[in-house]
DNA sequence: CGCGTTCTTGACTGCTTTCAAAGATGGTGG
DNA sequence: CCACCATCTTTGAAAGCAGTCAAGAACGCG
């Protein structure tokens, strides 16, 4: 189950249109981001290292899905963070000595390297609003492994997602892109793939969602929301 | 069980020692910050609103613990993130409409604004370290909350912990405050109180610990570190 | 059409929670 | 100085959500 595969120069990205709803860029900010160069398509399953750049330039998703993961010695693996398409990654700690995960592509991804802001300009703006609700993503991803069961885990999980992807302007008509197997989710929401499955279950047949073959659409999104606490 | 009381004004507080020992502070910085002023103390689990300050200044823990906190509406709590004498709060959010956690003291806190500090300086430089180590210290609790039984968290939290309050020079000879009650340790790992409170006695009994009346000693931390995979 | 990956399903196990109540502990007031 | 009270810790028994193990079905790709 791949997902169609990713050009290798996108023509309208996401980021410029996240970018462009997290402050009001101008033509010129547009431009330079929708003609951000963009590096070879990492495959499946590589590692988005910082090879290539020594100083750690902020980088975005043009396309795909990638994460941040920290695998165990007895194979548990744990996905900290996801970086969705139109998401900034960089700012990764120059200043720790050894960073305890990797960058990982969850499917194929392409990355570009993102345009330098002017500190004072609606760039800078929309670079600082992106990394605010990165932040929340993380804390709210506390929650939901700390405090939810299944259920409610992938129900705030679900909703989040598709107002992420929404932001990046990928969300049509209600249904998104959600290219990640039932393992991947395990791995993301702290359960097993078996207990996602089972879950997941429950939610189609109730009606609240549908999910197959890397799209996504939520068809109760409101009892999900009620469900899950979820605060848009 | 309250701990001693926090004295009106710090003499040589933990966030000097903590940003002197993230980035070479001059001799001008140590002095700010040590003459920081201090606000009234804040009462154990009082919220530290925004209320003071418009922009959201920077400010410092200078004693207590404090956290970001989320609760439901059924009653259960998860604490996102801790906040620890010496390290720095702020930046939060003025982006986002509404933030759907809060920050409140567990102890009686003392906190202090944070002195501005020169883009170039060294006092930014540890801004910014103390910054990246608190992201680190978030992405470490999503692996202890998603992928670790109940022995390995609280394994784990006790080495986290005893390593950020030695940063700011609060761990004597291997001891170190630990004010939580076993009900906040469960909202902040994930469990119940029950279950810390078994789980505490395994590793008194195996003589990991010692842990009693707001004080913490790791007894045997490289079976605790091996527990828990645990990377300095 | 064949193969590898992913998804499903079932039975059993187990870590953690729930519910309840009995001890400790520390601060407070008489 | 001691009784009293609220809070916190400790224990026990029973229930439950999620994990484990295993095997078969379905899907997508070459």
Redesign the pocket.
Known sequence: ??HAPVPATALSHPAATRLAALAPLSMRDRARLEQARSAPNIRQGREITAEGAPAELPRMVVAGWAALVRDFRDGRRQILSLLLPGEVLGDFHPSLPTTPWAVVALTEVAIADAPAADPDGALEQAYRAGADLQRAYTLNHIVRLGRM???ERIADWLLETRDRLALSGLVDEGAFPMPL???ML?DLL??????V?????VMRREGSVDLR?GWARLLRPAQLAEAAEYRA
Do not use: E, F, P
């Open positions: 189950m791949r069961d299944a259920y197997t039932q393992d395990g702290g359960l097993t793939s078996v207990h499955n089972r879950t997941l279950q073959s």
